[in-house]
Protein backbone atom coordinates (compact mmCIF):
# COMPACT_ATOMS: atom_id res chain seq x y z
CA UNK A 1 0.00 0.00 0.00
CA UNK A 2 1.34 3.09 -0.81
CA UNK A 3 1.72 6.12 1.65
CA UNK A 4 0.92 9.38 -0.26
CA UNK A 5 2.91 11.51 2.22
CA UNK A 6 5.95 9.02 1.31
CA UNK A 7 8.15 11.01 -1.44
CA UNK A 8 9.19 9.21 -4.31
CA UNK A 9 13.01 9.93 -3.86
CA UNK A 10 14.78 10.52 -0.95
CA UNK A 11 14.97 13.81 0.39
CA UNK A 12 18.70 13.37 0.24
CA UNK A 13 19.46 13.18 -3.33
CA UNK A 14 21.58 9.66 -3.19
CA UNK A 15 20.63 7.70 -6.12
CA UNK A 16 22.24 4.50 -6.40
CA UNK A 17 24.88 2.50 -4.60
CA UNK A 18 28.27 3.95 -5.87
CA UNK A 19 30.74 1.01 -4.44
CA UNK A 20 31.53 -1.12 -1.11
CA UNK A 21 34.66 -0.48 0.27
CA UNK A 22 36.75 -3.74 1.23
CA UNK A 23 39.39 -3.29 3.69
CA UNK A 24 42.37 -5.43 2.89
CA UNK A 25 46.04 -6.28 3.96
CA UNK A 26 47.72 -6.77 0.50
CA UNK A 27 45.74 -5.10 -2.51
CA UNK A 28 47.38 -7.14 -5.26
CA UNK A 29 46.32 -10.53 -3.54
CA UNK A 30 42.62 -8.93 -3.16
CA UNK A 31 42.77 -8.12 -6.32
CA UNK A 32 43.50 -11.31 -7.65
CA UNK A 33 40.79 -13.02 -5.71
CA UNK A 34 38.00 -11.01 -7.20
CA UNK A 35 39.78 -11.52 -10.96
CA UNK A 36 40.04 -15.33 -10.59
CA UNK A 37 36.96 -15.92 -8.21
CA UNK A 38 34.09 -13.36 -10.11
CA UNK A 39 35.46 -12.22 -13.26
CA UNK A 40 35.67 -8.05 -11.74
CA UNK A 41 38.20 -6.32 -13.61
CA UNK A 42 40.13 -3.74 -12.43
CA UNK A 43 38.86 -0.06 -14.13
CA UNK A 44 41.05 2.55 -11.94
CA UNK A 45 43.94 2.09 -9.41
CA UNK A 46 45.60 4.68 -7.85
CA UNK A 47 47.03 5.55 -4.27
CA UNK A 48 45.52 8.71 -2.07
CA UNK A 49 47.86 9.93 0.51
CA UNK A 50 45.30 12.14 2.07
CA UNK A 51 43.28 9.15 3.11
CA UNK A 52 46.04 6.95 3.85
CA UNK A 53 45.07 4.24 0.78
CA UNK A 54 46.33 2.43 -2.36
CA UNK A 55 43.30 1.51 -4.25
CA UNK A 56 41.49 -0.29 -6.42
CA UNK A 57 38.04 -0.10 -7.91
CA UNK A 58 36.73 -3.10 -9.75
CA UNK A 59 33.52 -2.04 -12.03
CA UNK A 60 30.29 -4.45 -11.12
CA UNK A 61 27.88 -3.01 -13.33
CA UNK A 62 26.96 0.83 -14.95
CA UNK A 63 23.91 2.61 -14.34
CA UNK A 64 22.30 5.46 -16.42
CA UNK A 65 23.05 8.50 -13.87
CA UNK A 66 26.63 9.27 -14.69
CA UNK A 67 28.18 6.60 -12.15
CA UNK A 68 28.17 2.99 -12.13
CA UNK A 69 28.78 0.45 -9.08
CA UNK A 70 32.12 -0.88 -7.69
CA UNK A 71 34.11 -2.84 -5.16
CA UNK A 72 37.01 -0.35 -3.91
CA UNK A 73 39.55 -2.56 -2.51
CA UNK A 74 41.41 -0.43 0.16
CA UNK A 75 44.90 -1.53 1.79
CA UNK A 76 46.48 1.26 4.06
CA UNK A 77 49.61 3.04 3.11
CA UNK A 78 50.40 4.08 6.75
CA UNK A 79 49.62 3.31 10.32
CA UNK A 80 47.80 6.08 11.68
CA UNK A 81 45.44 5.79 8.71
CA UNK A 82 41.46 5.23 8.90
CA UNK A 83 41.81 1.74 7.21
CA UNK A 84 45.05 0.80 9.43
CA UNK A 85 43.29 1.37 11.90
CA UNK A 86 40.31 -0.60 10.86
CA UNK A 87 42.29 -3.32 9.82
CA UNK A 88 43.82 -3.35 13.44
CA UNK A 89 40.32 -3.79 15.21
CA UNK A 90 38.70 -5.83 12.73
CA UNK A 91 41.04 -7.75 9.99
CA UNK A 92 39.44 -7.68 6.58
CA UNK A 93 36.02 -6.77 5.85
CA UNK A 94 33.45 -4.26 5.18
CA UNK A 95 34.83 -1.13 5.66
CA UNK A 96 32.09 1.05 4.33
CA UNK A 97 29.01 1.76 1.30
CA UNK A 98 28.88 4.41 -0.07
CA UNK A 99 26.11 5.83 -2.08
CA UNK A 100 26.05 8.12 -4.92
CA UNK A 101 24.73 11.73 -5.18
CA UNK A 102 24.51 14.63 -8.30
CA UNK A 103 25.52 17.06 -5.49
CA UNK A 104 27.64 15.46 -2.17
CA UNK A 105 27.45 19.18 -0.41
CA UNK A 106 23.66 19.49 -0.47
CA UNK A 107 23.27 15.90 0.30
CA UNK A 108 25.57 15.91 3.15
CA UNK A 109 23.79 19.01 4.10
CA UNK A 110 20.08 17.27 4.44
CA UNK A 111 21.34 14.68 5.94
CA UNK A 112 23.38 16.75 8.72
CA UNK A 113 20.40 18.08 9.37
CA UNK A 114 18.64 14.96 10.54
CA UNK A 115 21.27 14.42 13.33
CA UNK A 116 23.65 12.66 11.53
CA UNK A 117 27.36 13.91 12.00
CA UNK A 118 29.01 14.60 8.89
CA UNK A 119 32.99 14.09 9.33
CA UNK A 120 34.30 16.35 6.85
CA UNK A 121 33.45 20.10 6.41
CA UNK A 122 33.78 20.15 3.28
CA UNK A 123 33.86 17.77 0.33
CA UNK A 124 36.90 15.94 -0.24
CA UNK A 125 38.47 14.43 -3.17
CA UNK A 126 37.58 10.52 -3.64
CA UNK A 127 38.75 8.32 -6.27
CA UNK A 128 38.95 9.57 -9.53
CA UNK A 129 38.24 12.78 -8.76
CA UNK A 130 34.92 12.34 -7.33
CA UNK A 131 33.53 14.49 -4.28
CA UNK A 132 33.16 12.46 -1.00
CA UNK A 133 31.93 13.52 2.61
CA UNK A 134 31.60 10.56 5.29
CA UNK A 135 29.25 10.48 7.60
CA UNK A 136 29.75 8.66 11.06
CA UNK A 137 29.26 5.10 11.43
CA UNK A 138 27.74 5.51 15.29
CA UNK A 139 25.03 7.50 13.95
CA UNK A 140 24.38 5.29 10.89
CA UNK A 141 23.68 1.94 12.50
CA UNK A 142 27.50 1.11 13.16
CA UNK A 143 28.10 1.38 8.91
CA UNK A 144 30.40 4.16 7.65
CA UNK A 145 28.84 5.39 5.05
CA UNK A 146 30.48 7.72 2.20
CA UNK A 147 28.51 9.92 0.04
CA UNK A 148 30.12 10.27 -4.01
CA UNK A 149 29.77 12.76 -6.54
CA UNK A 150 31.21 11.36 -9.77
CA UNK A 151 33.23 12.91 -11.76
CA UNK A 152 31.79 11.34 -14.89
C1 LIG B 1 35.72 3.09 13.02
N1 LIG B 1 34.55 2.62 13.55
C2 LIG B 1 33.86 2.01 12.58
C3 LIG B 1 34.66 2.11 11.41
N2 LIG B 1 35.79 2.80 11.73
N3 LIG B 1 32.66 1.40 12.59
C4 LIG B 1 32.23 0.86 11.42
N4 LIG B 1 32.95 0.92 10.25
C5 LIG B 1 34.15 1.52 10.22
N5 LIG B 1 34.85 1.57 9.08
C6 LIG B 1 34.12 2.72 14.94
C7 LIG B 1 35.17 2.10 15.87
O1 LIG B 1 34.98 0.71 16.00
C8 LIG B 1 34.93 2.84 17.16
O2 LIG B 1 33.85 2.24 17.84
C9 LIG B 1 34.52 4.22 16.70
O3 LIG B 1 34.05 4.09 15.35
C10 LIG B 1 35.69 5.19 16.71
O4 LIG B 1 36.69 4.67 15.84
P1 LIG B 1 38.26 5.02 15.97
O5 LIG B 1 38.94 4.49 14.76
O6 LIG B 1 38.75 4.59 17.29
O7 LIG B 1 38.29 6.58 16.06
P2 LIG B 1 38.21 7.80 15.11
O8 LIG B 1 37.07 8.59 15.67
O9 LIG B 1 39.57 8.41 15.06
O10 LIG B 1 37.87 7.35 13.59
C11 LIG B 1 36.61 6.87 13.16
C12 LIG B 1 36.14 7.65 11.94
C13 LIG B 1 37.35 7.72 10.94
C14 LIG B 1 34.94 6.90 11.31
C15 LIG B 1 35.70 9.06 12.33
O11 LIG B 1 37.80 6.40 10.62
C16 LIG B 1 37.02 8.48 9.68
O12 LIG B 1 37.03 9.70 9.67
N6 LIG B 1 36.74 7.77 8.56
C17 LIG B 1 36.43 8.44 7.29
C18 LIG B 1 37.61 8.40 6.34
C19 LIG B 1 38.02 6.98 5.92
O13 LIG B 1 37.57 6.00 6.50
N7 LIG B 1 38.92 6.90 4.89
C20 LIG B 1 39.40 5.63 4.34
C21 LIG B 1 38.68 5.29 3.08
P3 LIG B 1 33.86 2.00 19.42
O14 LIG B 1 32.55 1.31 19.71
O15 LIG B 1 35.07 1.19 19.72
O16 LIG B 1 33.93 3.38 20.01
S1 LIG B 1 39.13 6.40 1.80
C22 LIG B 1 38.01 6.16 0.56
O17 LIG B 1 37.18 5.33 0.66
C23 LIG B 1 38.17 7.12 -0.63
C24 LIG B 1 39.55 7.04 -1.19
C25 LIG B 1 37.11 6.93 -1.73
O18 LIG B 1 36.14 6.20 -1.56
O19 LIG B 1 37.25 7.59 -2.78
Known sequence: MSDSSTPATPFSGLTRLDHVGIACHDLDASIMFYRKTYGFAVEHEEV????????AMLRINGTDDGGATYLQLLEPTREDSPVAKFLARNGEGVHHVAFGTADV???????????????????????AD???TFL?????GGVLTELVQSNH
Open 48 to 55: NEEQGVRE
Open 105 to 127: AASAAGIGDKGVRVLDAEPRRGT
Open 130 to 132: SLI
Open 136 to 140: HPKDC
